[in-house]
């Protein structure tokens, strides 16, 4: 999963710069308003919930835009109804694409993703083309800095990850999704609060991408899509080397 290791180290910094750009808040609120509808408007007894509300007071979001965004979810003022949809599809030399969407229009956010893959080198395919590449899992990312990496292992698996990666600046650490809060919870009482604790897709199946210009085209077509703003995640099976991540 040393593919997975670097495209995560890549996700996570271009996180920090959309988060500066304050883009972040929309799919945030987003995030929040479907998780109240779901599962209702108590975080203590909506994970998901609380998952999101931690990542608005992380990206600073003010307590009444929080407070709307969960009424909005749970019907008591009115908003638009979002929806969850996922496509599927490839980039550039066969690089499997997953596209995590929250939505008000289904029919507009399929025909900008598809205009996306179109213009950028990738092709849209059906439901299941390459979800079977895909676990959905928690991933829990802290600096390489909060300690060796032996002793973050440890506590990491005893904490009940089920994988755990290092790169010369990160730990990235998975968990099944039932595990996740858990998990983060016992090490941010350890360690403090991690660099980024979410829940996404995690290829299982590595396209090794050698060269530069194939591997800027994935990222071209992951940019497009992430611009979008109903798209909440870009997730890529592309294995590339340390040379060809620095350059990205």
């Known amino acids: 999963m040393a593919g997975h290791s ?15 750009r304050g883009k972040i808040f929309t799919k945030i609120i987003r995030d929040i308003m479907t998780a109240a509808k779901s599962g209702g408007g108590d975080p203590n007894d909506n994970p998901s919930l609380g998952l999101a509300i931690k990542k608005a ?12 965004a969960i009424k909005r979810g749970t019907g008591e003022i009115q908003g ?7 496509y599927e599809g490839y980039a550039t030399s066969g690089v499997a ?18 205009t996306a893959f179109n213009k950028n080198g990738g092709n849209m395919g059906n439901d299941g083309a390459v979800a079977w590449m895909f676990d959905h899992r928690g991933v829990i990312v802290y600096p390489a800095s909060i300690g ?24 990235n650490i998975t968990t099944q999704v039932a595990d996740f809060g ?3 919870d016992t090490l941010e009482a350890a360690y403090g609060e991690a660099e980024s604790a ?31 703003d109903d798209v909440q995640d870009v997730i890529v099976n592309m294995d590339i080397s340390e040379e060809i991540a620095a350059q990205l």
């Not at 060796?148 to 730990?171: C, V």
């Open 6 to 20: 670097k495209w995560a180290n890549i996700k996570h910094q271009k996180a920090r710069q959309d988060a500066k």
């Open 57 to 68: 007071k992380d990206a600073n979001m003010g307590k009444e835009v929080m407070d709307r």
């Open 80 to 86: 638009a109804d979002y929806v969850e949809r996922t």
């Open 97 to 114: 694409v997953m596209v995590v969407t929250l939505t008000d229009n289904p029919t507009r956010t399929v025909t900008n993703v598809r």
């Open 148 to 171: 060796d990496e032996d002793t973050i292992m440890e506590a990491a698996i005893e904490a009940g990850a089920d994988d755990f990666e290092a790169s010369a600046e990160f730990y």
């Open 182 to 184: 858990a998990v983060r």
């Open 198 to 228: 979410d829940l996404t897709y995690i290829p299982n199946n590595m396209q090794e991408i050698t060269k530069l210009e194939q591997a800027q085209s994935v990222m071209k077509l992951s940019a497009a899509l992430d611009d979008d």
